[in-house]
C-alpha cells in the first residue's frame, strides 16, 4: 500500500504541473473500469456450498478488487496445482503446503517476500522467530503463512487421575506410573481390566504427537539450532524406542497404537479405552471432551497438559501463500492479499469469519457463527479461510473463542520448538518424500 500511495502523490503532482484536469466525463468512464483481479488457486478456503461467493463479494466491496478462487478437491489439491503452475498458466497468489514450496523455489515460480513483509503496514507485525522459521538457506522468505501450523499437546482423562488420586505427571517417572494405574487400577471404576494407558497415531516420521513418549527425540530430519541433523541417527531414537517398546512389553498402551489412524486412536480415546493421546491443539480439545462424554457419560473430564520434563511441543509449519511469477505486480498481491488479511478491521474479520449476515451475526447474545443451511448436519460455520484459533497477529478478536480451544493453544506455545522449512535441491526434491514418509515410519 505504501507504494500505491507514492505511485498516487506522484501522478497527482504530474497532473497539477501539466495543468491537467479530470473532466465529469472521463470520471464517468474511469468509473466504469473493470476492477484490478486477484486470481487466487486456494484449499482450504470456505467452498462454493459454505458461500465462497459471499465471500469474494464481500472481499469485492471492502477492497475494490475482484478475487478469483480456484479450488480443485482436497484430495487433489496438490497435484491441480503443480499441473498448473507446469502449463505456464499461473495464478497470482496460491496455497501451498511447505513440503512442496522448495519445488517451487527451485523452478522459479516463486517470488521472495522479505522485503515486502519489512515495508508492509501489518504483515511485519508477525512473529519474528515464525518467519525465521520459514526461511531458506539463501535467507529469503518465498512463502507466508497462511494461518499458525499448530501442533499437537497430551491431552489427558483428568476424571480418571482424580479417581486414583493421582496429579498431573510432570516428568517421565510419573507419566509412566499414571499410564500403569490407567491399565490396572480400573480408573473408570467399572470393576473391568478394560483399559490401557496410552493410545497413539501411527504418524509419519515428523513426529507431533508422540512427544510424551520420545521426549527430546525426533526421527525426522530437523534443525537443532546450530545444524540440521538425521534425528533417526541420534542416541536419542535409541533411548525414545526402548521407552515406547518398555511400554508395550508392560501392556501400557494400546497394542493397535502401530496401525493406528487418527480415526482409530480417536475412538479408542472417546470409547474410553485409554486414558492419555496427544492430538491437534485446537478445535479437537472442545471434540475430546464433547465426544468421550457422549460415549462415557457426562462426568469426563479432558484436560490438556503442559509437556513434561525433557519434552518439548513441536510448533509445526502451516500452509504458505505464495506468489507467484505469473503475477504482473507481486508488491500488489502481496499488499492487497496477504497484508490486509492482518489489518485487525474489516478485511482480517472477512477472511477469519466470513461474511456478517451470512457466515456469522453480531446481534443478540454477541458475536457468534450462524447455522450453514447447506450443511446435512446443520453444522455451524467455523472459518472462513483462517480458523480463530489460529490467527498470527495481536487482533483482539470480537467473537470470544472456546476457552478449551485456547487453554491447548496456549499450552502449545509455551517453549515450543519450531519445525524449520526444509529445503534442498534436486536430490532432496527427488527423495525426500519417499524417505521422510514412508521408509522411516514403516522402520
Not at 51 to 65: A, N, V
Request: aromatic residues 12%.
Amino acid at each position: 500500500m505504501k507504494t500505491m500511495r507514492r505511485s498516487t502523490v506522484m501522478f497527482l503532482v504530474v497532473l497539477a504541473l501539466f495543468g491537467v484536469s479530470c473532466s465529469p466525463s472521463e470520471d464517468s468512464a474511469n468509473n466504469e473500469t473493470e476492477p484490478r483481479t486477484i486470481t487466487a488457486f486456494l484449499d482450504t478456503i470456505i467452498q462454493e456450498w459454505e458461500g465462497q461467493e459471499e465471500f469474494s463479494r464481500k472481499y469485492e466491496e471492502l477492497t475494490g478488487i475482484r478475487l478469483v478462487i480456484i479450488q480443485p478437491p482436497h484430495q487433489l489439491y496438490n497435484d491441480k496445482l503443480l499441473i498448473q503452475i507446469a502449463s505456464g498458466d499461473m495464478p497470482d497468489i496460491c496455497e501451498v503446503l511447505p513440503e512442496y514450496l522448495p519445488s517451487l523455489v527451485n523452478n522459479g515460480t516463486a517470488v521472495p517476500l522479505e522485503i515486502f513483509v519489512s515495508e508492509s503496514d501489518y504483515a511485519k507485525d508477525i512473529s519474528v522467530e515464525l518467519l525465521n522459521s520459514l526461511k531458506f538457506p539463501d535467507g529469503r522468505l518465498y512463502g507466508f503463512p497462511a494461518r499458525d501450523g499448530g501442533g499437537c499437546v497430551t491431552y489427558i482423562r483428568k476424571d480418571w487421575l482424580d479417581n486414583l488420586g493421582l496429579e498431573v505427571p510432570r516428568n517421565w517417572e510419573q507419566f509412566e506410573a499414571v499410564l500403569r494405574s490407567f491399565t490396572f487400577d480400573d480408573p473408570d471404576g467399572n470393576g473391568k481390566d478394560d483399559t490401557y494407558g496410552y493410545t497413539d497415531v501411527n504418524s509419519a516420521s515428523e513426529d507431533w504427537y508422540n512427544r510424551a513418549v520420545f521426549l527430546n527425540a525426533r526421527s525426522e530430519i530437523y534443525f537443532d539450532g546450530r545444524q540440521w541433523v538425521d534425528g533417526f541417527v541420534q542416541p536419542s531414537i535409541i533411548e525414545a524406542l526402548e521407552r515406547l517398546r518398555s511400554l508395550y512389553d508392560q501392556g501400557l498402551i494400546d497394542p493397535d497404537f502401530l496401525t493406528n489412524s487418527t480415526f482409530s486412536a480417536r475412538t479408542r480415546f472417546f470409547n474410553g479405552q485409554a486414558g492419555v493421546i496427544t492430538y491437534w491443539a485446537n478445535h479437537w480439545a472442545r471434540n475430546l471432551t464433547e465426544r468421550t462424554r457422549s460415549t462415557v457419560g457426562a462426568h469426563a473430564e479432558v484436560v490438556p497438559i503442559p509437556a513434561i520434563q525433557n519434552a518439548r511441543y513441536i510448533r509445526r509449519i502451516g500452509p504458505q501463500l505464495v506468489i507467484t511469477t505469473g503475477s504482473e505486480d507481486p508488491l500488489w498481491i502481496f499488499e492487497n492479499f496477504i497484508d490486509r488479511q492482518y489489518d485487525r478491521a474489516k478485511v482480517q474479520e472477512l477472511f477469519t469469519y466470513g461474511v456478517e449476515g451470512f457466515h456469522w451475526s453480531n446481534s443478540g447474545s454477541g458475536p457468534k457463527f450462524l447455522t450453514n443451511e447447506n450443511d446435512p448436519y446443520e453444522a455451524a460455520f467455523t472459518k472462513a479461510f483462517v480458523p480463530p484459533i489460529a490467527v498470527l497477529n495481536d487482533w483482539n478478536q470480537p467473537m470470544p473463542q472456546d476457552e478449551l480451544a485456547v487453554q491447548a493453544r496456549n499450552i502449545l506455545r509455551q517453549d515450543p520448538v519450531y519445525d524449520q522449512l526444509k529445503a534442498g535441491g534436486e536430490l532432496y526434491s527427488r527423495y525426500y518424500q519417499e524417505i521422510e514418509r514412508k521408509i522411516k515410519p514403516d522402520v
